[in-house]
């Protein structure tokens, strides 16, 4: 079955240059979350989308921005990179549908970017 | 403020016993958990999860329960394998009308002895 496809696997930026990150859904999937796992800690939920309008927000620094597009895939844009943004980054998806059953999330195998 | 919270970070146990990892959490709003398993350099897999409505689910070897007047919910590993070793992720969401959100807890690290 298909899954939560990530890309770039691993990206190495340096400090103040710009990173994208991109997300494509399970199909038929509307619904994409972004998390953060720095070293050594639990996810941080950055961001979600929910048809294609942001639905949730954490704690998403103002240097990121994401949107998701029409065939639902995501993109977390980030700018002026810091060490500190160094960390795994994850994307999810689930499908609210037309109930608002609670379903579960999948997650892609994330992206590791590494700032120098 | 943790709204999830798994206040053992690491548990050992041997091959063939029961693994219970545990999990709490504060908001009452929550409707939905859900247990995720993460290798090192992979992401979290579904692995079980259980509604508001229930106070059981089980899939396998492995089984949810939920204790909503303690704001409590476990995982049972029933009988624990050398392969269950990873990181075990509590995660809870209440639903809104724009979506829902996943609060995840810090993890578990299992590791079960051969």
């Known amino acids: 079955a298909a899954g939560v496809i990530q890309s770039p696997r691993h990206l190495i930026k340096e400090k103040r240059e710009t990173a994208t990150l991109k997300c494509y859904p399970i199909?038929?999937?509307?619904?994409v979350y972004w998390y953060q796992q720095g070293p050594g800690q639990d996810p941080q939920f950055l961001i979600s989308f929910y048809e294609k309008m942001q639905s949730d927000k954490g704690s998403i620094p103002d240097r990121f921005s994401a949107q998701q597009f029409s065939d639902y895939h995501s993109e977390l844009n980030m700018s002026s990179l810091e060490l500190g943004d160094s960390a795994l980054y994850f994307c999810a998806s689930s499908s609210l549908g037309a109930g608002l059953m609670n379903t579960e999330a999948f997650f892609g195998q994330g992206t590791r970017l590494t700032v120098v | 403020d943790q709204q999830v919270k798994q206040n053992s970070p690491s548990l050992s146990v041997q091959e063939g016993r029961i693994s219970i990892l545990n999990c709490d959490y504060t908001n009452s709003m929550f409707d939905y958990f859900l247990w995720y398993k993460k290798y090192p350099a992979e992401g979290p897999t579904f692995l079980i999860s259980i509604s508001s409505i229930k106070d059981k689910n089980e899939d396998g070897r492995f089984t949810v329960f939920l204790n909503k007047s303690a704001k409590h919910l476990s995982l049972h590993i029933v009988p624990s394998q050398p392969g269950d070793s990873a990181v075990y992720f509590c995660a809870a969401s209440a639903t809104t009308n724009t979506g829902n959100q996943f609060y995840f807890g810090t993890g578990t690290s299992l590791t079960v002895i051969p």
């Open positions: 199909p038929r999937h509307d619904t």
